[in-house]
């Protein structure tokens, strides 16, 4: 499962709330900067993905006449062209390895801006906001199927797309999240 700007807040809440929950971490000045400081790092890893991914299409599109005579797979095609230029773009694409990179990130920005104090390794730190995103990751989809069953059971039909369906979506993916303590 992809990293999107939109996971970026509850990725960010688990891992405060996980570090708080650590014997061995101090939260020096409040859960709510930690959080902050972890969306930030999270979304600046995302918008680098983003870049990296228009940069690709533009490149398909410019080839676009070459791609369609020689009737080559644009998808294959646009992994090839994203896992050639990602280090360009700091990106990492295997999951494991970008989350333990933003692991390793996380805890620099949150030691540099004096935001936690800990008493073991560092490396176990990062284990906990490495295990945080990737619990998260890994039970978004079963968290999102659970709050599409609730909405399929509202007695009136909520519109996908509309202000009113995507209002109810979040508060039930929010109540959703505190049930399993992600938020």
């Known amino acids: 499962m992809k990293?999107?700007?939109a996971h970026a807040p509850y990725i960010a809440n688990k891992i405060g709330i996980d570090l708080a929950n650590a014997p061995f971490v101090e939260i020096k000045r409040g859960l709510e900067p930690v959080i902050e400081k972890a969306r930030e790092v999270i979304e600046k890893d995302i918008k680098n993905e983003r870049a990296l991914e228009?940069?690709?299409n533009e490149l398909l599109e410019e080839k676009e006449d070459e791609i369609e005579f020689m009737r080559a797979d644009v998808r294959q095609l646009f992994w090839m062209i994203k896992k050639k230029l990602a280090p360009e773009y700091g990106v990492i694409l295997n999951n494991e390895e970008r989350y333990s990179?933003?692991?390793?990130k996380i805890l620099n920005e949150l030691w540099e801006e004096d935001l936690i104090d800990y008493s073991v390794n560092e490396n176990q730190v990062r284990g906990v906001i490495f295990k945080a995103i990737e619990e998260y990751m890994k039970s978004f989809e079963q968290i999102e199927d659970a709050v599409l069953e609730?909405?399929?059971h509202y007695k009136?039909?909520?519109i996908p797309g509309t202000e009113e369906y995507d209002l109810i979506f979040e508060r039930l993916y929010e109540e959703e999240l505190r049930?399993?303590?992600m938020m």
Do not use: A, P, Q
């Open 101 to 104: 990179d933003l692991s390793h």
């Open 3 to 5: 990293l999107s700007l």
């Open 54 to 56: 228009e940069r690709v």
């Open 150 to 152: 609730k909405i399929s």
């Open 179 to 181: 049930k399993r303590g």
């Open 156 to 158: 009136r039909k909520l």
